[in-house]
């Protein structure tokens, strides 16, 4: 219950804000440094995560251990073995012609969007942007079956990695990380300000 009042609070300081008014739930809500350190943390785990899965993606082509070259990204293999109720949508966009334009803009949104979790910059749109990419992953791979299935790497039901690490995304979200630690605090700090020290 402390946890859901304390997400609250937090959206009824953004809107307060955005209204331009006083808010009392600011002068409640207190994160200690443990707290602090925790969301950051997870914040920049998952940064590094997608920045790297996008970096792969543009590097690409590369080579295997035996020298062999491989080809250049393309997400027309997992487009086709798409699973669930949109199965048959996302098969489509598997033959579609701009496709390659997809897979580039996927790839760099991909390491964008890590970039900025990393640094905490600009968080919020960056965690939406990684909401919006996890939601296309898992619709495209909705696990319905709840039996292992090859190619995959665990056995799931309805819940699967993109869908645990969306609900991590969505913490970061609330908690609105960027004003802990980042380069969002130093461009919203006016210049001379101390920083206000952590609760311990």
């Known amino acids: 219950m402390a946890t859901l009042g304390s997400i609250y609070s937090i959206w009824l300081i953004d809107w307060c804000e955005m209204g331009g ?26 940064g590094w995560h997608f920045l790297y899965e996008g970096l792969v993606k543009v590097v690409w082509p590369a080579w295997t251990r035996a020298g062999v070259p491989l080809g250049r990204f393309s997400s027309a293999g997992y487009l086709r073995s798409s699973t669930g109720p949109l199965a048959e949508a996302f098969r489509a966009f598997a ?3 701009w496709l390659p334009w997809l897979d580039l803009l996927v790839a ?6 890590g970039l900025c979790l990393m640094l905490g910059l600009f968080t919020q749109v960056a965690c939406a942007g990684a909401l919006a990419l996890l ?3 898992y619709l495209s791979w909705l696990p319905t ?21 969306a ?8 908690f609105r990380t960027g004003r802990i630690a980042g380069l969002d605090l130093l461009l919203a700090r006016p210049r001379g300000e101390a920083r206000p020290v952590a609760e311990a």
């Open 21 to 46: 008014v006083a808010c009392p739930a600011m002068d409640h809500l207190h994160l200690g440094r443990t707290q602090q350190t925790a969301l950051v943390v997870l914040r920049t785990i998952i």
């Open 95 to 97: 033959d579609a012609s």
């Open 108 to 113: 760099w949104g991909l390491l964008l969007v």
């Open 135 to 137: 939601a296309l992953f």
């Open 145 to 165: 079956k709840g039996v292992y299935e090859p190619g995959t790497e665990g056995n799931y039901l309805l819940v699967n990695k993109n869908l645990v690490e």
């Open 167 to 174: 609900a991590a995304v969505a913490v970061v979200l609330a």
